[in-house]
């Protein structure tokens, strides 16, 4: 396996990072996770827009999107697989024990791992910690991921793929790495960037390609939704067959099965 780090390729067991880096010692970075079907990247471009934005919301130089093309191109030219997890990783660089950055330069890590597709339906659950809608970070990628480590575990704990979190106001967020839409009396919604979700790749996707609103939902219409989807990079479209105990016979329900079907076919044609 070789990976990009700072300019150049490397077998995974010569990379090196300094342990002094930022995005190491204080979570200090931004990243991106792109699928590669047979060494293409799906939807490069929005996702280096959104690694952009999310590196000026931390106030990290703009990243060389020429210098990351690059790197992705050379990364997925290296390791061959039919489909892969491409990981962005963009940090603050060598830096001062502490909060303060220091003035040596960002680090840039581009690496590649061969993963399988999802199933159809997965179980999820909810959790009771809230996402901050109003926070310095909501809104971006950031690499201070240890709340959503936390969540997940507890996901798996308890036979489930997923955790799904409300904000503070108690409106329904989303999930640790997932947008999640629910179907009401036959309509499809999905909570608004307002309510501090991720500006996901694939819910954009679904949201232009479905017709789906954007809409505020108590965290309770998880209780009554008649059908639940997540999407993500890695699982496109994917309905919800169980919800905590609750039951959700017949998943994926029309409206997602027709979601997955036109994301798939939408999704071909890019």
């Known amino acids: 396996m070789k990976l990009w780090v700072n300019g150049g390729l490397y077998d995974a067991d010569a990379a090196r990072v300094s342990v002094l880096d930022h995005g190491l010692t204080v979570g200090d ?39 990351v093309r690059r790197a992705c191109a050379a990364v997925l030219q290296a390791n061959p697989m039919p489909l892969g997890r491409l990981r962005i990783t963009y940090t603050g660089g060598v830096s001062p024990l502490g909060s303060d950055r220091g003035d040596t330069g960002p680090t840039l890590v581009v690496a590649l791992g061969e993963t399988t597709y999802r199933p159809d339906t997965t179980a999820v659950i909810t959790v009771p910690w809230t996402r901050n809608e109003r926070g310095a970070l909501t809104g971006l990628k950031t690499t201070s991921y240890a709340e959503n480590v936390v969540a997940l575990a507890r996901a798996h704990e308890r036979g489930a793929s997923e955790a799904l979190f409300a904000n503070t106001v108690g409106q329904l967020c989303e999930g640790t790495g997932s947008n999640v839409f629910v179907v009401l009396d036959g ?41 639940i989807f997540l999407t ?36 071909a044609q890019m």
């Not at 799906?42 to 990243?63: C, E, I």
């Open 29 to 67: 970075g931004v990243f991106e996770t792109i699928k590669a079907v047979d060494g293409r990247p799906f939807a490069l471009d929005p996702h280096l827009d959104r690694l952009t934005r999310s590196a000026r919301g931390l106030g990290l130089p703009d990243p060389d999107l020429d210098e």
């Open 232 to 267: 993500s990079t890695l699982r496109d479209v994917q309905a919800v067959h169980r919800l905590d105990g609750r039951e959700l016979p017949g998943a994926p329900g029309p409206v997602t099965a027709k979601a997955m079907r036109i994301f798939a076919e939408r999704a």
């Open 187 to 227: 309509r499809l919604h999905t909570p608004p960037l307002a309510s501090g979700c991720l500006a996901g790749i694939t819910r954009a996707l679904t949201v232009e390609w479905t017709g789906a609103q954007e809409t505020d939902l108590p965290f309770d219409v998880l209780e009554r939704a008649d059908e």
